[in-house]
Nanobody, 120 residues
Framework: QVQLVESGGGLVQAGGSLRLSCAVSGSFRSINDMGWYRQAPGKQRELVAGTTSGGRKNYADSVKGRFTISRDNDRKMVSLQMNSLKPEDTAVYYC??????????????WGQGTQVTVSS
């Protein structure tokens, strides 16, 4: 069983910063791509930032220059540093990981979600 546990959400004023972290645990062969998604009320879930196992990163245009994704392969963790937060960043943030559970099977696992609220 693979689990993703997130931490670090909360309430912050516009212009402030938050750091989200996600730890992967369980039995599996390897972790491939990891990423952070968000879903605001009434909107579809969208990719915020992603990182490959080799360290390549990509960001949504709306967060470029403000958010930074990082991963620690030894600790099986991925983090999202969010700076210069805006009210429109308010959403539930989800961690996701593509996990090779064995030599034949890759599955996507999701965290439980953490609320980020940015007040104006």
């Amino acid at each position: 069983q693979v689990q993703l546990v997130e931490s670090g959400g909360g309430l912050v004023q516009a212009g402030g910063s938050l750091r989200l972290s996600c730890a992967v645990s369980g039995s599996f062969r390897s972790i491939n791509d990891m990423g952070w998604y968000r879903q605001a009320p009434g909107k579809q879930r969208e990719l915020v930032a992603g990182t490959t196992s080799g360290g390549r990163k990509n960001y949504a245009d709306s967060v470029k220059g403000r958010f930074t994704i990082s991963r620690d392969n030894d600790r099986k963790m991925v983090s999202l540093q969010m700076n210069s937060l805006k009210p429109e960043d308010t959403a539930v943030y989800y961690c996701a990981a593509d996990v090779s559970v064995n030599w034949q099977t890759v599955r996507t696992y999701w965290g439980q979600g953490t609320q980020v609220t940015v007040s104006s």
